[in-house]
């Protein structure tokens, strides 16, 4: 009995492992291309080749001369300060929130500030349009979806139900079956090829989403504790406020992050909706197209720069996601 379970353990482990190297491959041979000049990249070398920054410089900036060691140096530096802060108002306490609004002050001047210290390319363009359609659809969503998964979690009519199974419905369509209503739609509303419409377009398609998810997690809290606050003389939203959020943020931030996630890698409708004003995974495809020898190179730089950015947000909200999946945030 013990030899079977050995067995099984290590069997279950070396398949886990298996999928590991399989999953991270595709990322490991972007990373290596991404560094190697475009003659290594069609030798197919895996080692004794002479690494470079030339496919990042490409990718990302106008101006083939720059050092890349100068703009990483930048980047670095905002990192640091925004970390540095990070970690001062994550001890605090309730006064914890004036340095994260800086962390994010921090960084929206970096990202604002960069252009104007190099001269970068139009992919730069993308990514901030990435990173401002991400972000406002994330907070749109959440907010919305806060009130609605509350709303539907403590109301037990029928249709209560009625609008979970409406939602549902409209999430498992396809994206092809409302692309070309916005496209129209936008068209005729003067907004089409513009962060506004992909932020409403995606903030529709993916608010049942976060509708289920938020519920799922409202569930679980017990009433007895808005009941409490209400009878101490808070109101229905003073008691959600500050009661029920704060037992929230494991799920808020879960289905934040696949909200994110959603958003963030969004290509049908980036892709028919904004003409010319491309995010970045948009953009990347469009530079497939271009003729050169560097797209050997180029391409697999921008691959890694537009996953970086998701890796170092999973790893600083990681406790976070596994709690709130932990606690039933995918139920149903």
């Not at 992919?123 to 969503?141: K, P």
């Not at 409209?170 to 509303?189: D, E, G, Q």
Request: a positive charge; proline letters at 4%.
């Amino acid at each position: 009995m013990n030899t079977e379970r050995w067995y099984h353990r290590y069997g279950l482990h070396a398949i886990m492992i298996l999928l590991v190297i399989w999953s991270v491959i595709p990322f490991t041979w972007a990373l290596q291309n991404s560094i190697k000049f475009v003659r290594d990249v069609r030798l197919n070398a895996i080692w004794g080749y002479d690494p470079t920054g030339i496919a990042y410089n490409g990718f990302w900036f106008s101006d083939d001369d720059i050092n890349m060691w100068h703009p990483l140096l930048v980047v670095l530096a905002f990192g640091a300060v925004a970390t540095a802060l990070g970690m001062i108002g994550k001890r605090a306490g309730n006064e914890g929130k004036y340095f994260y609004g800086a962390v994010i002050a921090v960084l929206a001047f970096g990202v604002w500030w960069f252009p104007r210290l190099f001269e970068t390319s139009r992919n730069y363009e993308y990514f901030v349009n990435s990173l401002v359609v991400t972000v406002l659809t994330v907070v749109i969503s959440i907010s919305i979806g806060l009130l609605a998964g509350y709303g539907l979690a403590r109301y037990t009519g029928i249709s209560g139900a009625v609008i979970l199974i409406v939602a549902l419905g409209f999430r498992a369509l396809p994206r092809s079956a409302f692309v070309l209503p916005y496209f129209f739609t936008a068209n005729r509303l003067g907004i089409l090829d513009s962060r506004l419409v992909l932020v409403l377009a995606l903030v529709a398609v993916n608010q049942p989403f976060t509708i289920w998810m938020l519920r799922s997690f409202f569930m679980d809290v017990p009433k007895s504790l808005e009941e409490a606050a209400m009878i101490d003389g808070a109101s229905r939203f003073q008691a959600f406020y500050k009661v029920i959020i704060p037992i929230m943020w494991p799920g808020i931030i879960a289905t934040a992050l696949f909200t994110l996630l959603l958003a963030y890698n969004e290509f049908l409708f980036v892709r028919v909706l904004a003409v010319t004003n491309y995010t970045l995974p948009v953009g990347i495809s469009a530079a497939t197209a271009a003729e050169g020898p560097q797209i050997f190179n180029e391409i697999p730089a921008a691959s890694v720069s537009i996953t970086l950015p998701i890796i170092i947000v999973i790893i600083l909200f990681q406790k976070h996601l596994v709690k709130g999946l932990g606690a039933g945030a995918v139920k149903g």
